[in-house]
């Protein structure tokens, strides 16, 4: 298996306890928008029983210069030494891996259904399809308990007021909690959003990405709408 070295260049804070990750993109590393890689972080700082590797979506499209690795920080050894990392830190990669693409027919609609995190292969999906100008239809389902945990959420939003083909529906799932200014949806996906805000529910392919919770609850809630398995794609992030 080739491993490549990664040099930080950058990061940036995307949201609440969320970090975006951008590395040099190594000689010969190719890779598909919505693929995923294995970090290896060979002087870690912190150390626990979990090792020092860890499989990360890549949140960048291979049309963009580096490559965005993009997670939550949070208590595990890996995330605390990631986040004390600088630029010029060197690291390992293997990779790239997974299945979970777009479609190549390009006149199948697509829905993404996006949980928290699980937004990061959508927006190197999007901006490959952008960039490559494969303006194919694409409604994005988004959603965060606040705006405060939305990662990427007004970058996501100009594309899709420059380009006609992105259908954007963002929407917070906490009332309680959302912040005033905010005018969009409010509440978790439903049969009823989908209808609101597609066509025809039937003729698109819909990718999933979130928590495991998440995922199942959409993929049963597409089953109930008569649905089938070949229209739908996920990946489950487990958290590391």
């Not at 970090?39 to 029983?49: A, Q, R, S, V």
């Not at 965060?144 to 970058?155: Q, R």
């Amino acid at each position: 298996m080739a491993e490549y070295k990664l040099i930080l260049k950058e990061k940036e804070k995307v949201a609440r306890e969320t970090v975006s990750f951008r590395f040099e993109k190594p000689k010969g590393f190719d890779y598909l928008p919505g693929q995923f890689l294995t970090l290896i972080y060979e002087n870690m700082p912190f150390t626990d029983k979990k090792g020092n590797r860890r499989s990360m979506s890549i949140a960048s499209s291979p049309t963009e210069p580096l490559i965005h690795i993009t997670m939550r920080i949070g208590s595990s050894a890996f995330k605390r030494s990631l986040e004390q990392s600088k630029p010029g830190d060197q690291f390992t990669a293997t990779g790239p891996f997974g299945k979970f693409c777009m479609p190549e027919d390009v006149s199948v609609p697509l829905v993404f259904l996006a949980g928290g995190i699980g937004i990061t292969p959508f927006r190197g999906m999007l901006k490959y399809s952008i960039d490559k100008k494969i303006h194919r239809d694409i409604s994005l389902i988004y959603c965060n308990s606040c705006i405060k945990d939305a990662a990427y959420l007004d970058e996501i939003q100009k594309w899709a007021n420059d380009y006609d083909f992105i259908n954007y529906i963002p929407t917070m799932t906490d009332k309680d909690c959302v912040e005033p200014e905010w005018t969009g949806c409010i509440g978790l996906i439903t049969p009823e959003l989908l209808r609101d805000n597609l066509p025809d529910i039937m003729k698109p392919n819909y990718l999933i990405v979130g928590p495991p919770g998440m995922v199942e609850a959409m993929v049963n809630m597409l089953h109930e709408q008569k649905i089938t398995d070949d229209k739908i794609l996920i990946e489950k992030f487990t958290g590391y």
